[in-house]
C-alpha cells in the first residue's frame, strides 16, 4: 500500500485535477485499489472534481469524531474511492487537521486491500498542507512551467527531505510548449527531482471540470488523458502507453 501527498507551494497549479484523473485511471484502466482523501479542508475541490455532489458525511466528521471512516467514504463509478470534504464554512469548526494522520493510519487498517491512497493537499507549506505531507509517506509535486512555480518546487522539497518523505518527482502540468516557458531539463535542474511526465494545458480539462467528471473519463482520446495515462502507469510500473499520433490510432483501435 502507498500514501502519496500530492503538492505544490502555489496554489492552482492542478494537483486536484491530477489526483482525481490519475485515481480513475488507476482503479479503471490499471484496476487498482485507489482511495482519494481530500486533504485541502479549508478550499475542497475533490468532490466537485468528480462529481461527488451529495456527501453528507466528510472528512471533516471524521476528523472531529463524529462520524466513522466507513461513511465518509463515497464510490465513483471508476471504481475509485473518495473521501470527501466539506463545502460548508461551518463545518470547519472544530476540525483538528493535525487528526489527519492517525486518520490515514486508520485508513490504512480499515481498507488494507488498497493500493494507492493519494492525499489532495492545500497548497504552500501551511498547517494544512503540512498535516497532509505528514500523513503520507511518499510525496509527487506538482508544478507549472515558470521560475517562481519551480522555485517553490524547490522550497516543498527540502521540507519533504526533513520529514523522509519519498519523492517521486514531478508532474510538471499546463505546458504549452511556449518559448517563455522553462524546458523540462530546466524544470529537472531547478527542482532537483525527476518529472515523472508533463500535461499539456489543453480546454478538455476545463470542459470536463463543466461536467465534473475527470477529463481521462470524460475526452479519454485527449493529449491530456493521454499524458494523465502515460503518468499513472509510470506510477503503477506499468508498461507506459505510447503518446502521439501513433499512440491515438492504438487508443482508438484499444
Ligand atoms: N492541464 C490543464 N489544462 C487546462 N486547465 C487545467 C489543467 N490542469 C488544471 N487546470 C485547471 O486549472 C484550475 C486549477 O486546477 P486545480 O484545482 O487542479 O489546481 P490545484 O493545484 O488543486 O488548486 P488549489 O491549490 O487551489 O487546490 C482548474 O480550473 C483546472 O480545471
Ligand atoms: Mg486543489
Redesign the pocket.
Known amino acids: 500500500m502507498r500514501v502519496i501527498s500530492v503538492v505544490?507551494g502555489?496554489?492552482?497549479?492542478?494537483?486536484?485535477?491530477?489526483?482525481?484523473n490519475l485515481g480513475v485511471i488507476l482503479a479503471s484502466k490499471y484496476k487498482k485499489n485507489v482511495i482519494l482523501v481530500d486533504c485541502?479542508i479549508t478550499?475542497p475541490?475533490l468532490g466537485l472534481?468528480m462529481g461527488i455532489d451529495h456527501h453528507p458525511v466528510t472528512l471533516n466528521h471524521v476528523l472531529k469524531g463524529k462520524a466513522r471512516l466507513s461513511e465518509a467514504v463515497y464510490h465513483h463509478p471508476s471504481g475509485a474511492k473518495v473521501i470527501p470534504s466539506s463545502l460548508a464554512l461551518r463545518e470547519l469548526d472544530g476540525v483538528d487537521v493535525a487528526n489527519i494522520k492517525s486518520t490515514i493510519s486508520r485508513l490504512k487498517k480499515e481498507y488494507p486491500e488498497t493500493d494507492f491512497i493519494f492525499l489532495?493537499c492545500?497548497?504552500g507549506l501551511g498547517r494544512e498542507a503540512m498535516a497532509g505531507m505528514r500523513s503520507s509517506e511518499e510525496i509527487l509535486f506538482?508544478t507549472t512551467p515558470y521560475f517562481p512555480i519551480v522555485a517553490d518546487t524547490v522550497k516543498c522539497n527540502q521540507v519533504a527531505g526533513e520529514l523522509g518523505l519519498k519523492p517521486l518527482g514531478i508532474v510538471l502540468?499546463?505546458k504549452k510548449g511556449n518559448k517563455h516557458e522553462l524546458s523540462s531539463v530546466e524544470v529537472e535542474g531547478i527542482a532537483e527531482l525527476p518529472i515523472i511526465g508533463s500535461?499539456?494545458?489543453?480546454?478538455?480539462?476545463?470542459k470536463?471540470?463543466h461536467k465534473r467528471i475527470p477529463v481521462a473519463i470524460n475526452s479519454p482520446l485527449s493529449k491530456?488523458s493521454v499524458e494523465f495515462v502515460q503518468i499513472a502507469a509510470a506510477l503503477a510500473g506499468e508498461k507506459i502507453p505510447k503518446g502521439g499520433f501513433f499512440g491515438m490510432i492504438l487508443r482508438i483501435f484499444d
Open positions: 505544490s502555489k496554489g492552482g497549479v492542478g494537483k486536484t485535477t491530477a489526483v482525481a485541502n478550499t475541490h472534481y489532495d492545500a497548497p506538482v502540468n499546463m500535461v499539456s494545458l489543453h480546454h478538455d480539462v476545463l470536463s471540470l491530456a
